[in-house]
């Protein structure tokens, strides 16, 4: 299989948050790269198009919006 992403995405397990009008969700992070992520959560209805994605470990708050939903997983693009 041909990778064609812009950028290469690196396996991890991170805990992070989804913020959306003052509600926070926990999820992991799958994996990531420069241009977006693979984000694992139990409730995917909860999860509005757009969000700020924030990574304690890594003391970061990154604007995405899904461009994927599979089951427990949904795919962001940061912007």
């Known amino acids: 299989m041909v990778e064609t992403r ?7 397990t991170k805990a992070a948050k989804i913020e959306h009008g003052g ?7 799958r994996d990531i790269s420069a241009t977006g992520a693979a ?4 409730d995917l209805v909860r999860v509005p ?15 995405c919006r899904v461009v994927w939903r599979k089951e427990y997983r949904i795919g962001v693009a940061f912007d």
């Not at 198009?49 to 604007?63: A, H, S, Y």
């Open 23 to 29: 509600d926070k969700i926990g999820c992991v992070i």
């Open 39 to 42: 984000i694992e959560i139990s």
């Open 6 to 12: 812009i950028a290469p995405r690196y396996r991890v």
């Open 49 to 63: 198009r757009e969000f700020t994605l924030i990574i304690p470990e890594d003391r970061l708050k990154l604007r």
